[in-house]
């Protein structure tokens, strides 16, 4: 069995109620979302924001490399979801908002939501057993809709 699977198979153990994994299609994504967020908000040297670039696009490599590891359709997927991210940052940044605002305030109601959706569930979150299914958890998403796709990973 491929690693990739394996770690589903794992993370779905904890995953099987109907609520809890409706749940985590929404907060997932949101939460990688707003982790970018709060990184790119970090502020940078002079040296580094003159290209445009921020902390958030220097983290996100180590972590996007991981997910083609593990798959190309899952890296594939995740660096679709992490340029989606960048531009919905890109737009909040242009506003009057703080990116760091939105970001805290999605991060802790998706939290709040995930952990009423493991209550449902009667299971604890696998990030407690393993830290890696933190990364995990976005990619298992994306599996999710590829395997309705009929797409394998």
Not at 23 to 28: D, E, M, N
Not at 46 to 61: E, K, M, P, R, S
Not at 123 to 133: A, H, M
């Amino acid at each position: 069995m491929r690693d990739i699977e394996r770690l589903f198979n794992e993370y779905s153990e904890s995953h099987r109620n109907p609520t809890n994994k409706l749940i985590h299609q929404l907060a997932v994504p949101l939460i990688y979302f707003s982790v970018i967020g709060l990184v790119w908000s970090v502020p940078v040297p002079d040296w580094l924001a003159q290209y445009g670039v921020n902390f958030a696009h220097l983290a996100i490599l180590p972590a996007l490399y991981y997910y083609f590891l593990l798959s190309g359709p899952i890296g594939a997927a995740m660096t679709l979801l992490t340029i989606v991210c960048f531009l919905v940052l890109q737009q909040i940044a242009a506003s009057d908002i703080a990116v760091w605002q939105v970001s805290v305030a999605v991060f802790v109601v998706m939290w709040v939501l995930q952990f009423i959706g493991h209550i449902i569930e009667g299971k604890r979150p696998s990030f407690f057993t393993d830290i890696r299914f933190l990364l995990i958890g976005p990619a298992w998403v994306w599996g999710s809709w590829l395997k309705r796709l009929n797409i394998g990973y």
